[in-house]
């Protein structure tokens, strides 16, 4: 018996196929909800079940368009608080404007936090999300969050298709060591190696330092979010440059915008992995393209935070 009431599943139009998943792994069928538009673009919706004092999950990755995505989630928890929803767990598979998430500039917003304050005053009591771009984001919230990886399935999906006996998992930049060294333990204990970035003079091209040994190795470059795809692409051409045989390369979110499908079908990389954490439109699908599923990790999630078990151990 759950110790919260029986879990209700809702969710907003950003990603119905990883929603339809989800259930399938719980066994559950979708909570009766419309999500629309008025003629001049405001968000409607129609909940036709009753969620009294059930323990409904709102699962809506915030990808694009992101405000229309965002919108929906929010106007969604608000109307399961208004109809006495015993618990609201926002699962955003994808966090939007995670990227905004501290000052580099003067008169920078911190947009990162904004959105978590918009999902907390909503009336969420918990979020559950995956791989956010900047750990500290959990501190955003006043409110619980479950932070999710998809570390262990990107390896292995590698363990599974490739020959990971010669690998090194390599960092696009110096803020995702601790991320590519997760992946390199989770390949077994492989090396890894990090590409420094620098720019000699303003205006002048960005020069990559390779810092470890690649040389004859096989490389998967690691990153949380791809969005136009320019700098693992590049990244793959200094591996090559540096000797490099085989190069992979894999994110937990592909956001897949503007020229990156384009530059990933010609990069040097013989296979990029994403997850489907963004949902995979036609026009992006190529051969080059491989998405595995996280269902089972949010539906795990689900089932432990219904029963109040741990979730940290899904990673154990």
Do not use: W
């Amino acid at each position: 018996m759950s110790n919260h009431g029986d879990i209700v599943i809702f969710s907003g139009n950003s990603n119905k196929e990883l929603v339809e998943k989800i259930c399938k792994e719980l066994n559950l069928p979708q909570g009766d909800c419309k999500v629309n538009q008025f003629s001049d673009g405001e968000i409607s919706i129609d909940i036709m079940d009753s969620v009294r004092g059930k323990d409904v999950f709102v699962i809506q990755p915030t990808s694009g368009p992101v405000n229309d995505h965002l919108m929906e989630l929010l106007i969604l928890i608000d109307a399961l608080k208004r109809a006495s929803a015993g618990r609201i767990n926002a699962v955003v598979p994808y966090y939007g404007y995670a990227r905004q998430d501290r000052k580099v500039r003067a008169r920078e917003p911190i947009t990162a936090k904004l959105v978590a304050n918009l999902i907390t005053v909503s009336g969420a009591d918990r979020v559950i999300c995956m791989d956010l771009h900047a750990g500290q984001i959990q501190g955003y919230f006043d409110i619980p969050v479950d932070h999710l990886t998809a570390i262990s399935y990107l390896a292995k999906y590698f363990k599974e298709n490739i020959d990971t006996s010669n690998i090194v998992a390599v960092s696009p930049d110096l803020g995702g060591v601790p991320r590519t060294r997760k992946l390199a333990e989770a390949l077994g204990g492989a090396p890894i190696a990090i590409i420094e970035k620098r720019r000699p003079k303003p205006n002048e091209n960005v020069v990559m330092n390779v810092i470890g040994s690649i040389e004859g190795k096989d490389c998967i470059l690691v990153d949380d979010i791809v969005d136009t795809a320019g700098t693992i692409c590049k990244a793959a051409e200094a591996l090559k440059e540096y000797g490099a045989q085989n190069i992979y390369g894999c994110a937990s979110h592909g956001v897949l915008s503007g020229p990156a499908i384009e530059r990933l079908e010609n990069s040097v990389m013989k296979k990029f992995l994403i997850t489907d954490t963004i949902h995979l439109t036609d026009d992006k699908k190529i051969d080059k393209i491989d998405v595995i599923s996280v269902a089972p990790i949010f539906a795990d999630a689900i089932r432990r935070v219904n029963t109040d078990q741990s979730v940290s151990e899904i990673f154990e």
